[in-house]
């Protein structure tokens, strides 16, 4: 039976079922226990914002702290998944990637192809991304257009409770490396999700909300900017589509051409930065395999090419919001602006 | 007469608002009990309100295009000499005395979890409080559940207490379905009228439902007042193989959303959110097994293994089958198939889920139904 939880409940939630389910499971990370210093496991912390709490009282011999050293852990889950267990290994935030790249890049992402099918590498990174929470620029990134530019890893960028939950357990079931991508501001976000486990096949978009006028593609926390805007629009006579990917590689190509060849105009909002990123790919995707169904220029919503700012004002500013993203509709649309918007 | 309020109804668990889609009946017009008067979608699926009781329309509250909670005045029926002043007042009333239920707190009668052989089993048992007579129990089809029955419930709960039950596989009960062979199914449904103290039910069954309803009362029929069958498997060998491999088969929406279509004689009746309540029932752990299994034992390569209309000719048991003459899963020419005594009901423009096309027509055939058989 489905009830209400929230993102970060059910993350716990596809960690622990999966935990009973296969014993090959297993978590670490810096203070996904958190017990140092607690009187008993039941106060352990889990996690810098308790994700993982409650593993430990659970699966005690299933969880384990490690030292702040991203390159020996992260190493030691790509090792551990080829050699048989289905780790879950925590990176606090993704900013902190570049000290465990390699183990990534050029041993996780090539183990399958490298040894010609015969070794799989069924791990899962969890990592906290994103902007919104005042914690500067090496903790706000989102740096997923970076994974999902290496071949051999599978990228989930979910928006939703329900969609965390099923597709986290099938990011552990799942015999690739796969790095799920967490964007703390949706941590409290409540939704409809089952007490069963259950799991959401990669490269399935979501089609999260139907409208004839205008595609909208998001992915993550952006799907609710997306929401919003779409709720202003409406208000003014323009329905908007709004296709959120789930997952950035592999990408669902075929259910966002098919969106465009009904509305015909595309607008891509996308919190990571505009080179080289996500909302490029899919604005290059349109305009190879949907040009002839575009009836009006592609525009992406991005943050500008900067560091996401520690000032308050400035951070609001770089990201996207559903001002920016119904500005991007009505130009595409060719809509006037109502009285009082700019 | 008084003046009669006409209300958005409660269609199912989730429903909480509904939108008006169009008006099917003009101010002034005369209407009997029964006839369908407004067109209302909801976030799962679209129906039409029926008028409670016979009388004039006299006025159209709710405007086309209007979202208005479950409860909300959408019309109001009476004496055509009523005066415009008195159904203004009326109105004002009713609208000034109205309190939306809150979404979080009035979410309807809860379900409850009842165990049998160790197995889960979601029931939903609802109805007047001072009711405590023989139970219809409303079994669902195969890859269905209890919601199913959203727009027949609120009707029947009215007149007697009722029991819904998610069959094993199914919506919230145990996934478990063991090798799939129909006396789980039985064994679970008998399980609940154990569990519940019921000694004998009327049986309400849609397809699969229908089945398993027809060999509860061939094995027990002490314990069954009377059977309504709707587009029941268990005639004829039929069944339609795109429909039953299509749907366990689907993964996606774009796969399931045709299967879907072919539950209904209208197209446009499947809405996105009844494919993603579909869709997020069969990702959820053992529902493809349990599936596989149940079409494995009953319903492989297009043909149904257990068949058997005698099992009709029950002298105790009186039984009703209702028809949809477009029925595209199971062909509605099954029921002529039925041993003589059984009252058959073909329902036109109506395909393999009349419960929900033509809610009105089976709220009532099976409620007559139902006060026909009851003892003396």
Known sequence: MARKTSFQNAINEAMLQEME??????????????????PGVLD?????????KGIHARFPDRILDTPISE?????????AAASGLRPVAELMFVDFMGVCFDQILNQAAKFRYMFGGKAVTPMVLRTMFGAGIRAASQHSQALYPMFTHVPGIKVVVPSSAYDAKGLLIQSIRDDDPVIFFEHKALYTLEGDVPEEAYAIPFGEANVVRSGGDVTIVALGRMVGVAQEAAK???GEGIEAEI????????????TILESIEETGRLVVVDEAGPRCGFAADIAALAAEKAFGDLKAPI??????????????????AYVPDAAKVAAAVREVTGAAAPAGVA | MALLQLTMPKWGLSMTEGTIVEWLLEEGEQIAAGDQVVEVSTEKIDGAVEAPDAGTLLRRVAAEGETLPVGALLAVVGDPATDAAEVDAFVAEAQASFVPPDADEDAGPATEAVEVDGRRVRILATGPADDDGPPLVLIHGFGGDLDNWRFVIPEWAKERSLIAI?????????????????????GAVLGVLDARGVERAHLVGHSLGGLVATAIAAEHPDRVLSLSLIAPAGLGPEISIEYIDGFVAATSRKQLKPVLAQLFAAEGTVTRELVDEVLRYKRLDGVDAALRAIAGHGFRDGRQADVDPGRLALDDVPALVIWGRQDRVIPAAHAELVPDGVRVELLDDTGHSPHVER???????VAAHVLGAVPA
């Open chain 1, 21 to 38: 389910r296969d014993e090959r499971v297993v978590v670490f990370g810096e203070d996904v226990v958190g017990g140092s210093g607690a």
């Open chain 1, 44 to 52: 352990a912390w889990g996690g810098v914002l308790g994700v993982t």
């Open chain 1, 71 to 79: 390159a020996a852990y992260v190493g030691a889950a790509a090792g």
């Open chain 1, 232 to 234: 202003v629009l409406a």
């Open chain 1, 243 to 254: 296709v959120d990917p789930r997952t950035t590689s592999p990408l669902d190509e075929e």
């Open chain 1, 299 to 316: 525009r992406t919503v991005t943050p500008p090419h900067t560091p996401v700012p520690f000032s308050p004002v400035l951070e609001d």
């Open chain 2, 166 to 186: 998610d069959l094993p596989g199914h919506g919230g009960s145990s996934k478990d379905v063991g090798d799939g062979r129909l006396a789980v199914l039985t």
């Open chain 2, 359 to 365: 809610a009105g027509d089976v709220h009532r055939l």
